[in-house]
């Protein structure tokens, strides 16, 4: 993956996020976006995802998985989240 992909990726990632975070994440998540701040934005994200057990598909922890490779940051506690079965 290369960084247009990557950011492309966190954006979608990120925006189809922000309405199912609990709120009190959701305003600093914003803020991580509008600055720019993708990294962060997507670390502390995938944070919140395991810490509040928000449902997501396989396919969305898969792009969060590569986000995170892409960034070279931990995914072992990916294991830990709560991944639905897809409709």
Known sequence: MDYAE????ANTTLDAFLGRVP?????GLESLIIGGEQRLAVT????TLVADQVPVTTAERDGVRR???YLNEPIDNLDALNVSPEP
């Open 23 to 27: 709120a009190r994440y959701r305003e």
């Open 6 to 9: 990557f950011s492309q990726l």
């Open 67 to 69: 986000l995170l490779e």
């Open 44 to 47: 502390n994200l995938a944070t």
